[in-house]
């Protein structure tokens, strides 16, 4: 571990396990308020408690004398954040439409996603393993989704649409997380998404102020809910892989999945058919291997993949 961390894997799984209940939680939430109320609302509790509450600790670690609010790439942050905002808005509409369980094994393809952009606009180098493995994890989307079955219709282009922007997103943190600090850039992530977010409202017809005094308590208490989980969720990532290798965490990510499906039963009743287990397990076991492909490359090129470049949860 660098920094001087001594190796935990773990607790650093138990994190990676409470990340995945945290980020199954979340989703399960925005899909009962997102129901209700308008989605730039939601977006705006998501990102707006992570910029709050990710701005305090770096005013704190300002005052000791650590780097706080500086950021050597601001351009860098700007896109990184508006990326994962796009991703997240695909994500949201989403699940007013899709169960929670199928619509988390959907986001799961996101490393397939990274292999298939990394080709294309990076032009490296693909293994025919890789290759397989995105044909793999296609094919597990496909037979959860199963087109023609009328099961979920066109919503299922929204989270294959926001895995094309988290991906993005991905590719473009490989290339350039190293050279900010995690902490400031998850900082700049929810500030960005903030900003856009405001921006949107004052354009849009929403009333925010009627909303929020119409909301129940319950869904007040769901909206402060939704951007504390993901706030916690992303932290967890980055204590994680700094307690144990990625490549011993990797598989663990795909728990959600699992979680996704007790929670969605739990509040919705659904639960996914047979078929529809099949699928996820595919797209599982292809997303994992793809990411640890991934790893053991970075390795190779002793380019280490940071915390929040080898996250593979979308929130």
């Known amino acids: 571990?660098?920094?001087?961390?001594?190796?935990?894997?773990?607790?650093?799984?138990?994190?990676?396990?409470?990340?995945?209940?945290c980020f199954a939680t979340m989703d399960t939430a925005v899909k009962y308020v997102g129901a209700v109320l308008p989605i730039l609302i939601v977006l705006l509790a998501r990102y707006g408690v992570q910029a709050a509450s990710m701005g305090l600790w770096l005013a704190g670690s300002q005052l000791r004398g650590g780097a706080g609010f500086r950021s050597a790439h601001p351009r860098f942050q700007a896109v990184r954040g508006a990326l994962l905002l796009t991703s997240s808005t695909f994500g949201f509409l989403g699940l007013r439409y899709l169960p929670v369980a199928e619509f988390t094994a959907i986001n799961m393809l996101t490393p397939v996603m990274?292999?298939?952009?990394?080709?294309?606009?990076?032009r490296e180098h693909v293994?025919?393993?890789?290759?397989?493995?995105?044909?793999?994890?296609?094919?597990?989307?496909?037979?959860?989704?199963r087109?023609?079955?009328?099961?979920?219709?066109?919503?299922?282009l929204l989270p294959l649409?926001?895995?094309?922007?988290?991906?993005?997103?991905?590719?473009?943190?490989?290339?350039?997380?190293a050279?900010?600090?995690?902490?400031?850039?998850?900082?700049?992530?929810g500030l960005?998404?903030?900003?856009?977010?405001?921006?949107?409202?004052?354009?849009?017809?929403?009333?925010?102020?009627?909303?929020l005094q119409d909301a129940t308590a319950l869904q007040i208490g769901l909206l402060l809910a939704i951007g504390t989980l993901g706030t916690l969720g992303h932290l967890m990532l980055v204590?994680?892989?700094?307690?144990?290798?990625?490549?011993?965490?990797?598989?663990?990510?795909?728990?959600?999945?699992?979680f996704a499906a007790a929670v969605g039963w739990l509040v919705f009743r659904h639960a996914p058919d047979g078929w529809g287990w099949i699928g996820m397990a595919v797209v599982a076991v292809c997303g994992a291997a793809s990411a640890w492909l991934n790893v053991r490359e970075a390795a190779a090129a002793r380019a280490p993949v940071s915390a929040l470049g080898a996250d593979t949860i979308v929130d």
């Open 114 to 122: 990274v292999t298939l952009l990394a080709a294309t606009l990076l």
């Open 161 to 177: 649409a926001g895995s094309v922007a988290y991906a993005s997103f991905q590719v473009l943190t490989r290339k350039l997380s």
């Open 192 to 211: 960005t998404g903030t900003l856009v977010v405001v921006a949107l409202l004052l354009a849009s017809d929403v009333p925010l102020r009627a909303t």
């Open 127 to 145: 293994s025919r393993l890789r290759w397989a493995l995105v044909v793999g994890g296609f094919a597990g989307a496909l037979i959860v989704i």
């Open 239 to 258: 204590l994680a892989f700094g307690l144990a290798p990625t490549s011993t965490l990797m598989p663990f990510m795909y728990v959600q999945i699992a």
């Open 147 to 156: 087109p023609g079955s009328g099961l979920f219709g066109w919503a299922v």
């Open 179 to 189: 050279l900010e600090s995690p902490y400031t850039t998850h900082f700049y992530t």
């Open 1 to 21: 571990m660098t920094g001087g961390v001594p190796a935990r894997p773990g607790l650093g799984i138990v994190l990676i396990l409470l990340m995945a209940a």
